[in-house]
Nanobody
């Protein structure tokens, strides 16, 4: 059973920053490209950013230049540094593999006020 535990969300004003963390089960983490996703109310879950085991990154156009994904292989942790936050970034943020495991974590709520 793979476990994914996200944290670091909160309420922030537009223009502010947050850093999300996700701890994943070791074997799943070490062998996979990891990714952050988000789901806003009434919308489908969407891919935000991904990072390979070799630290190559990719970003959705709507966050490129504002968000940075990174991983700490020793800690089985993937991070998402979010800067210049906008109200439209409000969502529940999840981590998983780029090829997602069937079970998802509880996510972490990010709310950006205008």
């Amino acid at each position: 059973q793979v476990q994914l535990v996200e944290s670091g969300g909160g309420l922030v004003q537009a223009g502010g920053s947050l850093r999300l963390s996700c701890v994943a089960s070791g074997r799943f983490f070490s062998g996979n490209t990891m990714a952050w996703y988000r789901q806003a109310p009434g919308k489908q879950r969407e891919l935000v950013a991904s990072i390979t085991t070799g630290d190559s990154t990719n970003y959705a156009n709507f966050v490129r230049g504002r968000f940075t994904i990174s991983r700490d292989n020793a800690q089985n942790t993937v991070y998402l540094q979010m800067n210049s936050l906008k109200p439209e970034d409000t969502a529940v943020y999840y981590c998983n593999g780029l090829t997602p495991y069937r079970n998802w974590g509880q996510g972490t709520q990010v709310t950006v006020s205008s």
